[in-house]
């Protein structure tokens, strides 16, 4: 019985303190996303090869190449959504958690503030205007500290849901964010939009110089379309160009950004510790102590923010660059 129960315990820490990695998985398994995408990705494959199996010239292989690319394509977008829906539900718990205690302190001070108003307005030094102000910020509060609630409990199903079990999420604050990330020449490299711009040329050749004896209409026919090709093609390499430019430097901004955040944090947690200091011997009141803890939540729900953008986009790179990215989520997260 003794050797039962110490199993029992041992699965639930496990499952109750999964590493990052642990927890991909079991969402995985239970992501519509995830799962559509790999059997869309796997019926392509078979796809491809009956195509490459099939094809009789140079031009058929193309066209499935083609085919192929563009279901790579589509398999990386849906990996990155998958990616973006698991950090927004994985982090949205620890985000939400921390609004319910800033709407709960924020409660608190508008009862004192309340409470301090109904005194005044009894003396005569405050007006029904000042009192009423005081009972709809009181309410407004209320609602506030409801809707955060709510919004918890969603949260929290929703990770039941993406996980299929309950798992404590892990704060991400404190994640590793020195990591590579792929240049612009190998994102470009890589990239599926100009290879499939690419075998759009290609075939276009192809089609141009495979004419026989042909008329000077069919002939213009198919150097326009040759010509549109090539504008294609140099059109993809700039815009490619240009977003992963633009998404690298948001990264990077990102990396700075979470770093003066976590030093935001720090101030408040120490300006939070002096408050509580002066509270205990009576020198703040009870309002300035909720206020500062208030100010510490709202840094560290802010650096939570920063930490997801930030998680998100660098998938989004690995993913465009064929990188491991669950080797990234475990150098990034330590575990």
Known sequence: ??????????????FVYAGIVDVVELAKQNSVTYLKAVLNFDQAKNDYDKAMI?????????????????????YNQSMKSFYG????????????????QIAQN???????DFKQTQELYKTGAATLQDLQSAS???????????EAKLNLDQSKEDLLILLGKEVQPLDPSAIKIDVRVP???????????IQISQIDVQVAQMDYESLVNPSQYTKEKYERTLKIAQNALKDTQNSTKK??????????????????QRETVSVAKAQLDSAENNYKVGVASEKDLLSARNTYLTAQK??????????????SLYIDAAWDYQQLLTEVFGG
């Open 183 to 193: 240049s612009i020449s190998e994102l470009l490299e890589k990239s599926l939009a």
């Open 243 to 260: 977003s992963y430019q633009s998404l690298l430097l948001t990264t990077e901004n990102l990396k700075k950004t979470i770093q003066a």
């Open 302 to 315: 802010a650096l939570l923010g920063y930490v997801r953008s930030f998680l998100k986009n660098l998938c």
């Open 54 to 74: 099939e094809a009789k010239n140079k031009r058929q292989q193309l066209v499935a190449q083609k085919s192929w690319l563009s279901a790579q394509q589509t």
């Open 85 to 100: 829906e698991f950090f927004d539900t994985y982090i949205g718990v620890l985000e939400n958690t921390l609004q319910l």
């Open 136 to 146: 709809s910020t009181r309410l407004e509060s209320q609602a506030s500290l409801d």
């Open 106 to 112: 924020k409660l608190q001070i508008a009862e004192i």
């Open 1 to 14: 019985m003794r050797k039962l129960l110490a199993v029992v315990l041992i699965c639930f820490v496990i």
